[in-house]
């Protein structure tokens, strides 16, 4: 990339952001541009593996004063579930330079928010890269359940949580699917508070029987709201951490030889893994 733009090279630009009501991100950038450029910002969705770069979403960058600009990223329409990598484009004949991050206000990312019953989930988080840039993580879930508190004490696990994009009903349990071909399931029943809060118990004593050889074992943490309901993932997304996995570390039980620990994965869902003890 060339850097450069309509007032010559660009100088790193940074993009503070606010979380404001509703959901709606408003991104600011120190852009020494003159007042008739048309700067403007890019989201770019990074592709999986072996897969192409698809088209980006694209805001006019306002000039708000000397140098400064924002833009106001809309609840509608929603990003789809990914990394989204910030850039600015200067001109537009110009190409994009990567956004660094600025200060992030994520006040307003509100633990549920006005998520409801009838409507999908759509959750960004903006962040700083490993590699110092800013993107935004986001999620598109017609429905979810929301992990809360989760307690670990004598070989168990409880959870609170609660659910988004459906109500409970008649039949509703917790499932634990054991990763891999032929996988295991757990069933666990659930105490419903209302139609959409929650909580269970699983005992890591359930888990164990799969567990061969020293290889671990994952268990992929699911609801189903009601009998014959698709099930739903369980996951922390409501809040204003990106990337739960080394932020939110539980503590490992010794249990028969192995140790038991409840995690988040790279996506932020619950799982629970069982890995054999090293023998002294």
């Keep these: 990339m060339s850097g450069e733009g309509v ?17 709606r991100l408003l991104v600011r950038v120190q852009l020494p541009l003159p007042a008739s450029a048309q700067p403007r910002l890019m989201l770019q969705r990074r592709p999986k593996k072996g897969q192409a770069e ?36 200067t001109g537009p004949d110009e190409e994009r330079v990567p956004l660094l ?16 019953r009838g409507a999908p989930l759509a959750v960004r988080i903006p962040y ?35 659910l988004y994009g459906a109500g409970l009903g008649e039949g509703a349990e917790v ?36 567990v061969v050889g020293g290889a671990p074992v994952v268990w992929d943490v699911f609801v189903h709201p009601c009998a014959g309901a698709p099930r739903v993932r369980v996951g922390r997304l409501l809040d204003d951490v990106a990337d739960r996995k080394t932020v939110f570390v539980y503590p490992a039980t010794p249990l028969g030889g192995v140790s038991v620990r409840p995690y988040y994965t790279l996506d932020n869902d619950l799982s629970v893994e069982i890995t054999p003890q090293r023998s002294r």
Excluded: C, N
């Design 7 to 23: 007032g010559g090279p660009v100088e790193k630009p940074r993009g503070a952001v606010t979380a404001q009501d509703g959901g």
């Design 54 to 89: 698809e088209a980006g979403r694209s805001l006019v960058l306002e000039s708000v004063g000397a140098d400064a600009w924002q833009a106001v990223l809309e609840t509608d329409p929603a990003l789809d579930e990914g990394r989204w990598d910030a850039y600015v484009v």
């Design 101 to 116: 991050p600025g200060v992030r206000d994520l006040r307003g990312l509100v633990s549920g928010g006005d998520a409801g």
């Design 128 to 162: 700083a890269t490993k590699d110092g840039r800013l993107a935004v993580r986001a999620w598109r879930r017609a429905t979810h359940a929301e992990a809360g508190r989760i307690t670990v004490v004598s070989g168990a696990m409880t959870v609170e949580a609660r």
């Design 175 to 210: 499932k634990l699917i054991r990763r891999g071909q032929g996988a295991s399931v757990a069933r666990i029943a659930l105490s419903a508070e209302g139609d959409r809060d929650f909580s269970f118990t699983v005992d890591y004593a359930d888990l164990l029987a799969d």
